[in-house]
């Protein structure tokens, strides 16, 4: 074609990591299926553009899978980028393949698909790896498509592993996506994994041009850098021969065109039969045929001679409209021009557009007669097949001028502007704007003017329908309910001193041993040693000299020796006191907590992402210190069997609710101790409480194992 110069007239430009950062899609995707799944996830607090280093920054620790998709799409391209994060966490880093969606955005039945390819440090089980391509990650139909980590196996934190090379080489429906070691960007061709789109009905979604991207997942401080992208896009000002079939697409070398009809989209398949389509540089137009799949040349917008060309074509009557070309050079000065199939430089997304120099008049009911006429705009309706009624428009102006839309209608700044004076009078206004306080601070103004009386209304069916995040708006209508608030509040706070009360228990078995204290009273005993002054009645051996006498003094002498007996006897007694240093043993008893033991059960063997329960005996109440794996598990501990049951189903990426009845869940890389820090409070709540501790345990290593799981705990409830 001769005029490929004049449309390729240089190199086209390259896209910046600047650029990219500015204008591409962001995502975040989890099983909830809600687009995008993280606020936080796809705004300033994850992504950041690091000027000085000319790079993307992923800074969260994010809680979905999050990334970003170019604006253009690609049926055959080779992409290559070093992944790299300075934190120490060992999880996800990829390249999105392809991003694909269904239905319309912000409407029922919206879905997002990705295909990616991903690097991990271990950090996202063994069915990923730490090398795989995966199909919807995180989302609730995720499968790993294929999993290459025995040819990288390195793992550990990202930080100290460095960074890998992924490339991507793309030929329509066949994909192969390689990476390098960890610190290496040598691309090893042990690691190639490939995949055909055609080989599974979820993979169809991808066939034909698709974005490409980047993501993350729960990695923060994640760079994407010496990116190098070859590739021609249906977005990229192709041109269609319509009369050879080939398609021209641009070069960064001169003469900055290439032939590119084998990796994009022939003019076949982006056109719609029946539909005419208008070059407005070279005033050709075409008709794409709807009884066959021909394109045929209706004829220019020059001269008379394109209408003979036309004339030539099978369509007779295709050729007329060639003839009207004869006032081509008019019409391209008319202050009206509709170009179908319309391709602005910035937003090739148009069928069609029109514009005019002056003003442009649209007329309908001109009689007045009939009452349901309007102006109506459609999507996803085609003509003559489907239904095209009032009810089913997406924009809609009847002819009272009313306005009808089913989504969002985006105002700037200034708002809405209602009509001044509207109910007569001088200087009455009404809006709804806009405004900045101070920075990006911004504030929306409901506002009136100009009279005393002029008032703004908030009209419910309920006195308490007025609300402000949720809360209610009290006024003299409902303010009675201000105190009932304030005393349930109280109330509140007095349910917290009732576990104060728990700690309490505890204290009363100290006090046991306190009493135990009261028998070291009992060490008075010793004051039965006096009994030695019975020993004085040794002094009546003075009596035995008595016998010298009479002898009777010797016999008072005898009962000396019994007051020795006697007083001895008593001093026995006193002993009898350390009898209460039993009761310090009863201080033992307030001191009597129970000391730290282990738990332990071991399920059946089970298959790599296979799941039993397990019950270990254990205590009614009990303080988790630290729960030891045998292998690789996801580990779920609950109140009650019930609980156990009802969490079956929930993934390991999903939180349970606050009421779900699971105490902690842990997963482990191997045989591998978690502590619980601070130490977690653990029950059993059957109707009648037991010993026993529900568990579920997943394994999630390679092969078959059963998997032992021990519980450091404290038992804080009587048995």
């Not at 003017?449 to 209610?472: L, M, Q, W």
């Not at 033992?588 to 730290?596: F, I, N, P, V």
Request: include cysteine.
């Amino acid at each position: 074609m001769s005029e490929l110069p004049t449309y390729f007239t240089g190199p086209p430009p390259v896209v910046s990591q600047q650029e990219i950062f500015n204008t591409w899609y962001r995502f975040s995707h989890n099983s909830s299926l809600v687009y995008p799944a993280s606020a936080a996830d796809v705004g300033p607090s994850q992504w950041s553009y690091d000027a000085g280093n000319q790079r993307i920054l992923g800074s969260l620790n994010t809680g979905t899978a999050a990334g970003f998709v170019s604006e253009k799409r690609y049926l055959t391209y080779t992409h290559t980028v070093d992944l790299s994060s300075s934190a120490g966490d060992n999880d996800t880093i990829g390249v999105v393949i392809a991003f694909a969606t269904e239905g319309t955005f912000g409407q029922a039945g919206y879905r997002e698909h990705t295909l990616s390819a991903i690097r991990t440090g271990g950090g996202s089980g063994a069915a990923v790896g730490t090398w795989s391509l995966v199909y919807n990650l995180l989302q609730s139909d995720q499968v790993v498509i294929s999993n290459g980590s025995s040819s990288v196996p390195a793992t550990g934190g990202w930080a100290a592993l460095g960074s890998t090379r992924v490339e991507i080489v793309r030929s329509g429906n066949s994909i192969t996506a390689k990476t390098s070691a960890f610190g290496s960007t040598t691309l090893l061709s042990a690691s190639a994994l490939t995949v055909n789109l055609t080989s599974a009905a979820y993979l169809a979604k991808f066939q034909g041009s698709k974005q490409y991207g980047y993501l993350v997942h729960s990695q923060a401080s994640s760079f994407f850098t010496n990116a190098t992208f070859g590739g021609v896009s249906d977005d990229d000002g192709l041109v269609y021969d319509v009369e050879t079939g080939r398609v021209y697409g641009p070069s960064s070398t001169a003469p900055y065109y290439q032939d590119v009809t084998d990796v994009v989209s022939p003019f076949s398949e982006i056109s719609e039969p029946g539909r005419f389509y208008h070059n407005p540089d070279s005033g050709t137009t075409v008709w794409r045929s709807s009884f066959d799949s021909e394109t045929y040349v209706i004829g220019g917008g020059g001269s008379g001679s394109q209408g003979i060309q036309g004339i030539q074509g099978r369509q007779g009557i295709q050729g007329i409209q060639g003839i009207q070309g004869t006032s081509g050079a008019a019409a391209s000065e008319a202050s009206l021009r509709i170009d179908p199939d319309y391709d602005e430089p910035t937003d090739r997304e148009n069928a069609w557009a029109a514009y005019s120099r002056q003003s442009m008049h649209f007329f309908i009911d001109d009689n007045n007669t009939e009452a349901s006429n309007y102006f109506g705009f459609y999507n996803n309706t085609r003509p003559y097949i489907d239904t095209v009624n009032s009810t089913n428009t997406i924009f809609r102006i009847n002819e009272d001028g009313t306005v009808h839309t089913t989504n969002t209608i985006h105002a700037s700044a200034s708002g809405i502007r209602f009509p001044n004076d509207a109910f007569g009078g001088g200087g009455d206004t009404a809006s709804m704007y806009l405004t900045a306080s101070s920075g990006e601070a911004t504030q929306l103004t409901l506002q009136m003017t100009n009279d005393a009386d002029d008032e703004i209304h908030f009209r419910v069916p309920s006195i308490n329908g007025v609300k402000i995040n949720d809360y209610t708006v009290y006024h003299t209508g409902n303010l009675q309910g201000v105190q009932g608030i304030a005393s349930q509040g109280i109330q509140g706070i007095q349910g917290i001193t009732g576990q104060q009360g728990i700690t309490g228990e505890q204290g009363i078995q100290g006090i046991s041993g306190n009493q135990g204290v009261q028998g070291i009273q009992g060490i008075t005993g010793q004051q039965g040693i006096t009994g030695e002054q019975g020993i004085q009645g040794i002094s009546g051996n003075q009596g035995v000299q008595g016998i010298q006498g009479t002898g009777g003094a010797g016999s008072q002498g005898v009962q000396g020796i019994q007051g020795t007996g006697g007083a001895g006897s008593q001093g026995v007694q006193g002993i009898t006191g350390p009898q209460g240093i039993q009761g310090t043993s009863g201080g033992e008893g307030g001191s009597g907590m129970a000391a730290r033991t282990t738990v332990a059960g071991t399920t059946s063997s089970l298959a790599s992402f296979s799941t039993a329960d397990l019950n270990i005996t254990g205590f009614k109440g009990y303080s988790l210190m630290a729960i030891t794996t045998s292998a690789a598990a996801w580990v779920r501990l609950y109140v009650n069997g019930a609980s156990r049951t009802a969490d079956a189903s929930r993934n390991q990426y999903t939180d349970p609710d606050p009421d779900a009845g699971v105490i902690v869940e842990v997963v482990t890389g191997g045989s591998e101790t978690v502590l619980i820090s601070p130490a977690v409070f653990g029950y059993n709540y059957e109707t009648t409480p037991t010993t026993n501790i529900p568990c579920k345990v997943t394994y999630q290593g390679e092969g078959t194992s059963t998997v032992t799981v021990t519980l450091s705990l404290v038992q804080i409830e009587a048995s």
